[in-house]
């Protein structure tokens, strides 16, 4: 306990130390510098991009009524699936069996989720709320 303590108040005095120094060497430092607010730097400008945005969906299913539509859909490798969800109810997509295992959406009221296809083959998909909704992505 004496020792655990002791180290503690030990390191509170350090920071306290280095505290100290950075500002003394802040406040040796005194150049004329005037304050310019035109040096200050601007938002950045070129942030506007957003992930998902650099890349269109080849294709979208709309998550509503209780169903997948389109509940079967071909795309290519390489291509985005966007999931949109619009339904009442909160719903989410599930891949069927290993080859399908990275389609696995968080449960959504409403809202959009993607997943790029990057291996050729026929993805089964459901949502684990409702197992009776099921669809399918063919990738080519
Ligand atoms: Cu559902």
């Not at 859909?73 to 390489?78: D, E, H, I, R, Y």
């Not at 389609?103 to 949502?127: H, Q, V």
Request: hydrophobic content about 35%; overall charge positive; aromatic content about 6%.
């Amino acid at each position: 306990m004496l020792m655990v303590s002791r180290a503690r108040s030990t390191q509170v005095v350090t920071g306290l130390g280095l505290a100290a120094m950075l500002l003394l060497s802040g406040c040796g430092s005194d150049k004329p510098k005037p304050a310019a607010p035109t040096t200050t730097s601007h938002p950045a400008t070129s942030k506007t991009t957003a992930p998902g945005d650099k890349k269109p969906a080849a294709v979208t299913v709309d998550v509503d009524n209780m169903k997948f539509a389109p509940a079967d859909a071909t795309v290519k490798v390489g291509d985005t699936v966007t999931w949109k969800f619009s339904d009442s109810v909160p719903h989410n997509v599930q891949g069927i069996g290993d080859r399908a295992m990275g389609i696995n959406s968080p449960i959504f009221d409403k809202g959009e989720w993607s997943y790029t296809f990057t291996a050729p083959g026929n993805y089964r998909y459901l949502c684990s709320l409702h197992p009776q909704m099921r669809g399918s992505i063919t990738v080519e």
